[in-house]
């Protein structure tokens, strides 16, 4: 299943990050960091996949 939250947050990193912790602070994070770089949106929803 981390597989499928990955590829998820390549291509959409707040999908990602919600399919690991739904609407939690780390989604909105999420949100913010992708609308201001799409690549720090990435490297934070791997990190929170990764570590949860």
Not at 15 to 28: A, N, S
């Amino acid at each position: 299943m981390d597989l499928v939250r990955i590829l998820c947050a390549v291509f959409l990193p707040p999908l990602g990050v919600f399919l690991q912790v739904g609407f939690g602070i780390d989604f909105w994070i999420n949100i913010l960091l992708t609308l201001l770089g799409y690549i720090p949106g990435i490297i934070h929803a791997v990190w929170i996949i990764a570590k949860k």
